[in-house]
């Protein structure tokens, strides 16, 4: 067993971007939320909403390189 520390080499949280900007979620970045693992489970093949190059920028959110986990701790 060994402790998330000792197997990670970049952890971060993201944010969701503003909802009432409809031109954040115009674009074609798949916007992974937490309902989408919950309704999919251990593997994600799709996410509900997309967001834009502006709602990016404009928000916490961030792109998870290829090759990376993506877990949420509920």
């Known amino acids: 067993m060994k402790s998330l520390g000792e197997i990670c080499e970049k ?4 944010g969701t971007p503003k909802s009432t900007i409809k031109e954040y979620y115009e674009g074609n970045i798949p916007f992974l939320s ?20 502006l709602g990016l920028k404009s928000s916490a959110s961030w792109i998870v390189p290829i090759n990376c986990i993506s877990f949420d701790f509920i």
């Open 11 to 14: 952890t971060k949280s993201g």
């Open 34 to 53: 937490i309902s989408d693992m919950t309704i999919q489970g251990k593997y994600l093949f799709s996410t509900e909403r997309n967001i834009s190059e």
